[in-house]
Each structure stands twice: as C-alpha cells, then as structure tokens.
C-alpha cells in the first residue's frame, strides 16, 4: 500500500444513546487503516458521548464538534468551512441523515466523498464512493447513482479495528457452551440487556457463566447491575470494555444486538444469537440467519422471552449447530477489509 504522507481524512458521524455508536466505531477502523497508511484523520461531530470522545483521543485522532441538527444546511456548511481548512483527501460521511444534496454539496466543493451506508436509503446517490459492508448489500440497492459513484459492496468491505485484523481465528467449539457473551451494544437505550438476562435465567445448564458487556455509553448500568447480581448463574458485568477479542475468544455463544459488531463475532468465528434491536438492522441481521452465520430471534427487542431462552438452551447443548455456525460466519469476514478500502482511495483498486 501507497504511504501517506500526513494526507487528512475527514469523518462526518455522530453517537449518542439514542443511535448508538456503531457509525463512530466502524468510522474508527478506517481511520485505522488510514493512519497506519500515513495519515492523519480529523472526526467532526454533532453528538458524541464521553466514551467516544475519549477513545478518539486514545488514538490520537482529532475530534472538532459543531452544532445543528445532523444532515441539515447548517450542519453541512459547518463541514465544508472545515473542509475548506483541512484540505482533507477524502470526505467520509457515515449516518442516515445524510442525504444526495448533502453529498452533492460536498461534490460541488471539489471534495471526494466516501458515503457509508447499510441499506440503500430512499433517494440517490451522489457520492464518489458507495460502502456497504452488509450481507445483504447488493447493486440493485444503488440504481439511481451517478455514472462516477463506485459501489464495495458486501463483508469483503467489512470495517474491523486493528485488535481484530491481528486476533488469532482458531476457536474451539466445546461440546456444551457454558459461556455466554451478551451486548447489545454501545448504548442499548431500550434497556434490551435486561430482557436477555431474563431470558437467561430460564436456561437450566449446570454452571453456565455470563459475561455481560454494557457499552461506554450505555445509560442503564444500574438496573443491569441488579440483574447481574440477583441471577442464579455466574454473572459479571464489564463496562467499556477496552479488550473486545480476548472477551470474544473466550465465549462459547453470543447474545448480542445486531449491529457492526457482527463482523467482530465473525472475523473470530463466534456463534451468535442476535437481537435487531433498531430497524436498520433487520436486514442484515436476517441476511446472515438466511446465511447461517448465526440465529436470529424474531420480535426485535420486543422478543418473547420464552422463545430466546429455549434458543440459547439449544445452541448452548448442541456442538453441531455452534460448529456450522462459527465455521459458516468465519467465511465471512477476512479481517482486510479497511485496508482493501484504503488501497482503493489511494487509487489502488480495491481488490
């Protein structure tokens, strides 16, 4: 890969309780990739929560907030004014609120703009560069596109920070799987976590142990906290976890909400249950139950109870069905999709 030489790129995306943080965190592992290219990132947000913001500069990326409601004039003319200050290679923008003439005005500004997108939004599409790193991800989402817009479509795309691109892929499928994993992401406004840890006290497997992740933006630590302490198995509660891998490694099957970090259960070959706690992500989530990369449970964050435990007191007696599952997920995800992202803005290709 081409090395930068301090060439900026500029990330548009928000995180908050309410949306959650998986546009800022699959924005984190491009800028990964780029920074080990060479270069330099400067993220411009809206909304962010404390967690975020702390992690950015851990990694020493830069972090400018502006006001305005996310996709409005306002908000944009706030990017190009920095924009025209950073001269940055790329515009990257990543969030549902923004719309064809928002990346048209960053087109009509001479910026090349990277669009991240999940499930092919009402309208068209205007940026240079159209990702999608879903399952479901297809073409026929994109017709109405400019001649110039390039689709990557699919998990060979899919954004993962470095600690999972270096994660060792061996995983050991035990005959019964007595360690569950459950995150239902960055934030979990809903307080779903609470209902899988009902769901959990119903399943009757002797010394089951239960690691429960609740996100550094999450908003309900007490009541998951209660939950923890009251449940008949062997629980734990772990806040802001900074070691996602070794975490992952260690679980026998997931209960997680159905958001990006599905590449991270795949890329280590973790069997998951998945919850589609908001709307965008039905279609993913239900593209890899159809794939067999893992079980998806029906109702959304509303899900019976009853149901979800007899699931997980399924995947967890039987080895078979985590063995297809972790091997069928694995084939997903390579772990080199930033960099193959990286190497196209550079003028590499993509391959």
Known sequence: MTKLSGEMLLIRADASV?????????????????????????????????????????????????????????????????????????????????????????????????LIDDNGRPGSFTADVVLNQNVHAQECLYKNRETYTRLLLGPKYALLRREFVSAPDCREISSIGRKLLVSMGGSDPDNVTCRVMEAIEQVEVADLQVAVVAGGSNPHLASIGESVAKSSHSCRILNNVTDMPALISWADLAISGAGTVCWEYCALGLPAVLVAVAENQIPNAEALHAAGAARLVAGGSQFAIGEMAQLITRLVNSRSERFALSRTAHTLVDGGGAGRIISMLLGEGAS
């Open 18 to 114: 309410a949306i959650g943080t998986g546009h800022a965190m699959r924005c984190l592992a491009l800028t990964q990739a780029w920074q080990d290219a060479g270069g330099r990132v400067t993220f411009v947000m809206a909304e962010s929560t404390p967690a975020i913001e702390e992690r950015l500069r851990s990694e020493g990326i830069g972090l400018v907030r502006i006001d305005g409601v996310p996709g409005s004039d306002f908000d944009h003319e706030q990017l190009i004014a920095l924009a025209r200050t950073h001269r940055p290679s790329w515009v990257v923008v990543d969030g549902y609120e923004f719309d064809a003439a928002y990346q048209r005005t960053l087109k009509n500004e001479g910026f090349k703009v990277l």
